[in-house]
């Protein structure tokens, strides 16, 4: 069976700091992946998806960025955060064909909180 | 273009009374439309899909939903609410014209009162 697995789980970082998420699947080949952001008492932002190595594309521009050097991993990461960063961060796949009839499947999620 | 929208933001019910968290949706394509649950602090999980099969889909913890064309609705149910339903859903719309695009409504807070 297919298994998402992110980290870390909770961090809590100083403005200006970099960041690094981390995210693979195990059990499937060749997933879409995706990180969404789910700031407080709001729905979900799509941020990043992949459809394969390399290929990044960017649903909202800011001063984040994701990269895909591995088949199955997804790192969302930021040079200097901001306030406005902090939020629910998850990562999500889907099966690589037929995309949009994909589901979407979740992993437990990221709480960044920046002070 | 499509879009999803959940009718009621907030939704309270007695432990033991039915549930209905109302999802409309608008789509050029035929759809395949979802629904998640969102446990505080964790990822969204997956309650149910249609995707252009049985109008009628049951999903897990005893969840169901109706994809009704007409009315452009998709309304999640449940007989019996539990306490452990308590939780953020989320209906999710995904067209099947390959254009990368999948929308999550806002979310339907579920409270249950004991």
């Known amino acids: 069976s297919q298994t998402i697995h992110q980290w870390p789980a909770t961090l809590v970082q100083p403005v200006g700091s970099p960041l690094s998420l981390e995210c693979t699947v195990e059990?499937?080949?060749?997933?879409?992946l995706y990180w969404y952001r789910q700031a407080a008492g709001r729905g979900l932002q799509l941020l990043f998806y992949s459809v394969g190595i390399g290929q990044i594309s960017s649903e909202v521009p800011q001063n984040l960025s994701a990269s895909r050097p591995q088949d199955r991993q997804f790192i969302l990461s930021s040079k200097k955060l901001l306030l406005s960063d902090s939020g629910f961060y998850l990562c999500a796949w889907s099966v690589g064909t037929a995309w949009a009839r994909g589901t979407i499947y979740f992993g437990e999620g990221s709480w960044l909180t920046v002070v | 273009a499509q879009s999803v929208t959940q009718l009621d933001s907030h939704v309270s019910v007695s432990e033991g009374t039915p549930v209905l968290l109302r999802c409309n949706y608008s789509?050029?394509?035929?759809?395949?439309l979802f629904w998640y649950v969102q446990h505080p602090n964790k990822g969204l999980q997956l309650l149910l899909k249609y995707t252009s099969a049985a109008t009628l889909v049951k999903g897990i913890n005893g969840f169901e939903a109706e994809f009704k064309k007409s009315e452009t609705s998709f309304h999640l149910t449940k007989p019996s609410a539990h306490m452990s339903d308590a939780a953020e859903y989320f209906c999710?719309?995904?067209?099947?014209?390959?254009?990368?695009?999948?929308?999550f409504g806002a979310g339907t807070r579920l409270f249950v009162k004991a």
């Open positions: 059990g499937t080949s060749n997933p879409n």
């Open positions: 789509s050029s394509y035929s759809p395949s």
């Open positions: 999710v719309v995904s067209e099947g014209a390959g254009g990368f695009k999948t929308i």
